[in-house]
C-alpha cells in the first residue's frame, strides 16, 4: 500500500487559503489521490480526487505535479466550519481497499 | 434520507457482552466498509463486502469479530466477548465498484464498562 504522510497539524485564520500537501513516495502508476474532511462525531466526508495536474470543484483544489509523489489540496478563502481533519488517501480505483485506507489526517484550525 | 444508515448510533455494554451493530447502505452500491475509530486516530481498516462476498479482512481483525452482507444489501458487524480496549466509533462505508468516493454513515459509538 502507498504510505501517505501528512502535517499533523496547521493553523489558519479566516479568509485565507489553506494549502495541505500530503507525500506518497510510492504511488502506484494506477492509484488515484483521493481527500476527506471529518468533522467531529462525523463520518469523513469525500472532498475530491485526481490523478494528475490539477482538479478543481466546488469546495477545493487538487494539485498533483507530474512525479505523482505528493499533492496538495487547496481550500480558498476558509471559514470557521472548515475546522476538521483532512485526511489523504492513496489507491487504485479498480481495488476499493486500497483507495480507502486512512492516516492520522491533518488537523486544520480556523480562528476568527 | 437515502444515505449510509448505521444502528445503534449508541451502544453501551458490559465487558463480556456479545453486541451487533447493523449498516445499511445506499442501494445502488455493491461495495461496504467497515471501519474503527478511536478520538485522535483516523478510521482504521476492518473489512469489506463486494456485494455479498467478503473480499478482505483486516489483519488487526480478531476472531472476536464476524461481519456478515447475506443478500448483498445491509450489513452487521458483530463483537463477541466485548472488552474495554473495543470502546470506539464503528464506521460503515459504501461506494460503487471503482469508486473511491465512498458515504460514510454516523457511525455506532461503542462504550465497554
Known amino acids: 500500500l502507498a504510505k501517505t504522510t501528512q502535517p499533523i497539524s496547521m493553523d489558519s485564520y479566516e479568509g485565507q487559503e489553506v494549502n495541505i500537501t500530503c507525500s506518497h513516495n510510492?504511488?502506484?502508476?494506477?492509484?488515484?489521490i483521493t481527500w476527506y474532511q471529518q468533522f467531529p462525531s462525523q463520518g469523513p466526508r469525500f472532498i475530491i480526487q485526481g490523478y494528475k495536474t490539477k482538479v478543481t470543484n466546488e469546495v477545493a483544489s487538487l494539485f498533483i505535479p507530474a512525479d505523482r509523489k505528493s499533492s496538495t489540496l487547496s481550500l480558498p478563502r476558509v471559514s470557521l466550519s472548515d475546522t476538521a481533519v483532512y485526511y489523504c488517501?492513496?489507491?487504485?480505483?479498480?481495488?476499493?481497499?486500497?483507495?480507502?485506507?486512512f492516516g492520522s489526517g491533518t488537523r486544520l484550525q480556523v480562528q476568527p | 434520507d437515502t444515505g449510509v444508515s448505521q444502528n445503534p448510533r449508541h451502544k453501551i455494554t458490559k465487558r463480556g457482552q456479545n453486541v451487533t451493530f447493523r449498516c445499511d447502505p445506499i442501494?445502488?452500491?455493491?461495495?461496504l466498509y467497515w471501519y474503527r475509530q478511536t478520538l485522535g486516530q483516523g478510521p482504521e481498516f476492518l473489512t469489506y463486502f463486494q456485494n455479498e462476498a467478503q473480499l478482505e479482512k483486516s489483519r488487526l481483525l480478531s476472531d472476536r469479530f464476524s461481519a456478515e452482507r447475506p443478500k448483498g444489501s445491509f450489513s452487521t458487524l458483530e463483537i463477541q466477548r466485548t472488552e474495554q480496549g473495543d470502546s470506539a466509533m464503528y464506521l460503515c462505508?459504501?461506494?460503487?465498484?471503482?469508486?473511491?468516493?465512498?458515504?460514510f454513515g454516523q457511525g455506532t459509538r461503542l462504550t465497554v464498562v
Open positions: 488517501l492513496v489507491g487504485g480505483g479498480d481495488t476499493g481497499r486500497r483507495a480507502l485506507t
Open positions: 442501494s445502488e452500491h455493491n461495495r
Open positions: 462505508a459504501s461506494s460503487t465498484t471503482g469508486n473511491t468516493e465512498a458515504f
Open positions: 510510492n504511488i502506484a502508476t494506477n492509484d488515484y
